[in-house]
């Protein structure tokens, strides 16, 4: 069973709308999060984190946004622009230690012009 | 700078080939990882180290083997490739701050 999930495989928005990709996890000793983002024939990069002291966190046009008691967290873009489209990784870890990281399958995001 | 340079970029075997996937880092970092991405499954850990000279399992390390002779090369090998083994390979490094730096990936297909 999949500790981290990310429902949604695909989201298409309209440039200069809001984009949100929802992650969900199942291990309440989960305590770092990160979200990473992947263009294809590219590695994946590091987007923005946040950790479990915090319920939000902004970077910019990007904002993350923790709910512990639902286990659930939540990547804003605002506005979007079509270089956002790429799939986004969503990470959990128990401790920031690269091992523990676990990952989501993914959401393909689509800003269209 | 170069970070993450793997090699080679793309491959494709016949089933029960020897495979070495080469990784090198510049950035000096103590931890490196090697996952593999399949679509829906996102990306699993298959060997990790934390510092020259010691490895650990991840979550898939069946069929796969590495090592850490120094800290800036962490090569993984396939002993005898199996079509499951199909897969886009990706490895990274982590410094103090725990965030992953990733090559660009390797695609191998094993037929």
């Known amino acids: ?113 | 700078i170069a970070g993450i340079t793997q090699a080679p970029t793309s491959q494709i075997l016949a089933a029960g080939r020897r495979m070495t996937l080469r990784c090198t880092q510049d950035m000096r970092h103590n931890a490196m990882y090697w996952y593999r991405q399949d679509l829906g499954l996102g990306l699993r850990l298959i060997h990790y180290s934390n510092t020259a000279g010691t490895t650990g399992k991840g979550e898939v390390p069946d069929g796969y083997s590495v090592s850490r002779a120094n800290t800036d090369d962490f090569p993984l090998t396939l002993a005898s490739a199996v079509p499951s083994q199909t897969s886009v390979y990706f490895c990274a490094s982590s410094g103090f701050t725990g965030e992953l730096f990733f090559g660009e990936g390797s695609r191998l297909t094993v037929l």
């Open chain 1, 1 to 113: 069973d999949q500790q981290v999930k990310q429902n949604s495989p695909s989201l298409s928005v309209q440039e200069g709308r809001i984009s949100i990709l929802n992650c969900d996890y199942t291990n309440s000793m989960f305590d770092y999060f990160l979200w990473y983002k992947k263009y294809p024939a590219e590695g994946p990069t590091f987007l923005i984190s946040i950790s479990s002291i915090k319920d939000k966190n902004e970077d910019g046009r990007f904002t993350v946004f923790l709910n512990k008691s639902a286990k659930h967290l939540s990547l804003h873009i605002v506005p979007s622009q079509p270089g956002d489209s790429a799939v986004y990784f969503c990470a959990a870890s128990a401790g920031n230690y690269g091992q523990n990281f676990v990952f989501g399958p993914g959401t393909r995001l689509s800003v269209l012009p």
